[in-house]
């Protein structure tokens, strides 16, 4: 009986190196690329945290020297960000920060230039789209005005396309195109939700212009529907 056992134990061995054999070095190249690939995913894991925390440390600095107003720190800490963590989101949220600080402190052309390196270079399309709205507002305040519009043209979602008609009626506003103006603050209204506190912003602007969108679903006359919902 020990005998047979030892043969069928003889036999499976025999099996086993002849596998083995056959599809043992396939089996251990699959085992190497599966570990390798685990291994390099945890590692891009452990990078993408190491560089957040280090972006978000940098940001705070950019926000320190926000507040303290030096114009020259301000942008050596942005271009620092820019160079180091450009892919992460803590860098366009600079660019922002960085952008109002200089406009405010009379640093138009700095301002432009980051808010420039958000729209185009940002990796997320959201602050993208709000670097536009804003290089926008900047170029329309310095009277560049087919410059504002050109820069609405593109890169903006669908998400922000109420907002995007609005900074193209102020634009045009001041171009002293009324009727294209009046179009695009339609355009912004009807696409703002009626909740949205913004949207009244853009009805005055539309009553000022002597619409009143709301007359249309009312039926009421021109100036009562407005009056209604300031009370």
């Known amino acids: 009986m020990a005998n047979h056992l030892d043969l069928e134990e003889q036999e499976q061995l025999d099996e086993l190196k002849h596998f083995w054999k056959q599809y043992g070095n396939a089996i251990t190249w699959v085992l190497i690329a599966v570990l390798g690939a685990y291994a390099?995913?945890?590692?891009?894991?452990?990078?993408?945290?190491?560089?957040?925390?280090?972006?978000?440390?940098?940001?705070?600095?950019?926000?320190?020297?926000?507040?303290?107003?030096?114009?020259?720190?301000?942008?050596?800490a942005f271009d620092d960000m820019k160079s180091r963590f450009a892919s992460t989101a803590y860098a366009p949220q600079a660019g922002l920060?960085?952008?109002?600080?200089?406009?405010?402190?009379?640093?138009?052309?700095?301002?432009?230039?980051?808010?420039?390196?958000?729209?185009?270079?940002?990796?997320?399309?959201?602050?993208?789209?709000?670097g536009r709205l804003r290089l926008?507002?900047?170029?329309?305040?310095?009277?560049?005005?087919?410059?504002?519009?050109?820069?609405?043209?593109?890169?903006?979602g669908e998400e922000f396309a109420a907002l995007q008609a609005d900074r193209r009626g102020d634009i045009l506003l001041a171009q002293g195109k009324k009727p294209e103006a009046k179009e695009q603050y339609l355009k912004a209204f009807k696409a703002f939700d009626e909740r949205t506190d913004y949207r009244r912003l853009v009805?005055?602007?539309?009553?000022?212009?002597?619409?009143?969108?709301?007359?249309?679903?009312?039926?009421?006359?021109?100036?009562t529907a407005a009056a209604t919902a300031a009370k």
Do not use: C, H
Not at 204 to 217: E, I, R
């Open 40 to 76: 390099a995913w945890n590692g891009y894991q452990y990078w993408q945290r190491s560089q957040a925390a280090q972006a978000a440390a940098m940001f705070d600095e950019v926000e320190k020297v926000s507040r303290e107003g030096d114009a020259d720190k301000i942008q050596r």
């Open 136 to 156: 926008a507002g900047v170029l329309m305040d310095s009277k560049a005005y087919d410059e504002a519009l050109k820069v609405l043209d593109s890169g903006m």
């Open 97 to 130: 920060l960085v952008a109002k600080t200089l406009y405010e402190a009379g640093k138009v052309d700095g301002a432009k230039a980051a808010l420039t390196w958000v729209a185009e270079k940002s990796s997320d399309a959201g602050y993208a789209a709000i």
């Open 203 to 223: 009805l005055v602007k539309l009553n000022s212009l002597g619409v009143d969108p709301l007359a249309d679903v009312t039926g009421t006359a021109p100036g």
